[in-house]
């Protein structure tokens, strides 16, 4: 038993200088699936390098983000709004 974990670790060991070879051979990237480096939207040109944001794009994204949860949030506070001028209309 000790021989043969011997004989599998020697294996393993000539083994281990193949692996970056066989790393290499990789099929090419689809450009169907990969980012542009310069989108037009609507909030202007974003810009990518390599599939990562630049730091004005990413700016320009989380500000969008910021101003959606921010009009998110007044738009669900205007049914309670609305609610209340109902019930104070009401009772006059």
Request: one cysteine or more; aromatic letters at 8%.
């Amino acid at each position: 038993m000790q021989q043969f974990t011997k004989l599998v670790i020697a294996a393993f060991v000539c083994a281990i200088p193949a692996l970056p070879q066989m790393a290499v051979a990789q099929a090419p990237i689809p450009p169907s699936i990969s980012t542009p480096d310069k989108v037009e939207s609507r909030l202007g040109p974003l810009e990518f390098k390599d599939g990562a944001p630049n730091g004005a794009t990413a700016a320009k994204v989380y500000d969008h983000v910021d101003y959606t949860h921010a009009y998110n949030a007044f738009v669900n506070t205007m049914q309670g709004v609305s609610v209340a001028a109902i019930h104070k209309g009401n009772r006059r």
